[in-house]
Every structure is written in C-alpha cells, then in structure tokens.
C-alpha cells in the first residue's frame, strides 16, 4: 500500500490518522510514553490519555569507564501534556 492510497502525503496526516488511538512517544531524557492520542497541534504538543511513561535511570559507577546499571521505572496517569519540544518520535500503531 502507498502512502497516497492511505491518505498519507504530509508528515501531520500520519498523525491525524491516528488520533484516538494508543501512540508511541519517544521524549527527551531517556523518557517514553504510550497513550491514546486526543489533540495535536503544529509545535507536535500532544495530549494523551491512558498513559503509561517509561523512565530510564542510568547509575553511572565512578571509576569506571562509563559503565553503569540502568534501572527502569514507570508509571500510569489518567491524562498528559507533552510539550512538542521535548518529542523525538511519535510511533503510530502497526497497520496490518
């Protein structure tokens, strides 16, 4: 299928195709969020809900050539604003 075909010819239709479906988002500061899009504008602000955010802290050891454990944590909020500047990528759901 081509992005013609799927109505796809601008960056912003791909999101507009998926606006009240569950998004990946890529942050700034090692941050990720899965939610179910509700609003975008120009800047890439988004609003989600049902949002689950993924955090990755790195513990670097001193001394030790920049290796380190990373450790994981989530969690879930009702309802997110995201500012645009902070957005690397925005994952629409897989199409099949």
Known sequence: MDA???GIQEPF???RLSLSERVFVKLR???EVTGILHAYD???N???S???ETIMLVDLEEGSDGAGTVNVAKRKMPML???GDGVILVSPPSRT
Do not use: K, P
């Open 4 to 6: 013609a075909a799927s």
């Open 13 to 15: 239709d791909l999101i």
């Open 29 to 31: 500061g090692d941050r």
């Open 42 to 44: 120009g800047h890439m």
């Open 46 to 48: 988004l609003i989600l």
């Open 50 to 52: 049902d949002v689950e």
């Open 81 to 83: 604003f995201v500012r």
